[in-house]
């Protein structure tokens, strides 16, 4: 079998300029991507912070019938026993 090809391959050849908008629209990409993911984390960070914060004036006892760490109920009791001995001391003085 004689194959001949009828058009020639021809490699396409960008120029410098062009090169140069291709990549920098690569790097802008990438660039705006990780800017969007350390935005999300940071997003969820605080969510979850907020959610903390609401929780700290719940009742140890309620902390513990939802579930809570253990470490969260321990902060709470900290927190009452901090607020009752402040008290102790105004009363005192």
Request: aromatic share 8%; with cysteine; hydrophobic share 45%.
């Amino acid at each position: 079998m004689n194959c001949q090809l009828s058009q020639s391959s021809a490699c396409i050849q960008y120029s410098l300029p062009e090169r140069f908008v291709a990549s920098f629209g690569e790097a802008s990409r990438a660039a705006i991507a990780a800017f969007q993911s350390a935005w999300r984390k940071q997003a969820v960070t605080q969510t979850q912070a907020n959610a903390l914060e609401l929780m700290a004036d719940i009742d140890e006892h309620t902390l513990r019938d939802i579930g809570a760490p253990n470490w969260l109920i321990a902060q709470a009791v900290e927190r009452k026993d901090a607020y009752h001995l402040r008290l102790l001391e105004l009363h005192r003085s």
